[in-house]
């Protein structure tokens, strides 16, 4: 679970980076360097690209929570074909119950208590 957490705090961290760095790089270049250098198209880019780093944040969640692609419905469907395993707990029991998919309906069996 750990693991899981750094990669995605890394990964947010990287997605910012790439996002804002050439906007810093241009913006470093019209203030302290030659603003002519930078052509409007040229400082438009790395702008846009930048402020649209807020879309990436989402995408970057989705790929690395398994619990947040189960409840999206596009994914759902790929992830109840397959067969899911998951821990339920009854009166201060844990069991581990897996869940394979059928035709009709779902059969529960228990494979070994907690």
């Known amino acids: 679970m750990e693991n899981r957490m750094a990669a995605l705090i890394m990964a947010v961290i990287v997605g910012f980076t790439i996002a804002w760095t050439p906007y810093a790089i241009v913006s470093f270049i019209s203030s302290f360097i030659d603003p002519t250098i930078i052509s409007p198209w040229g400082a438009t880019v790395p702008a846009i690209f930048a402020k649209s780093s807020i879309c990436f944040n989402p995408i970057i969640y989705i790929i690395t929570n398994s619990q947040f692609r189960k409840k999206?419905?596009?994914?759902?469907?790929?992830?109840?074909?397959?067969?899911?395993?998951?821990?339920?707990?009854?009166?201060?029991?844990?069991?581990?119950?897996?869940?394979?998919?059928?035709?009709?309906?779902?059969?529960?069996?228990?494979?070994?208590?907690?």
């Open 72 to 114: 999206l419905p596009c994914w759902r469907e790929k992830i109840s074909s397959a067969s899911v395993t998951r821990i339920s707990s009854t009166r201060n029991k844990l069991l581990v119950v897996k869940q394979e998919k059928k035709k009709s309906s779902a059969e529960f069996q228990l494979i070994a208590p907690i």
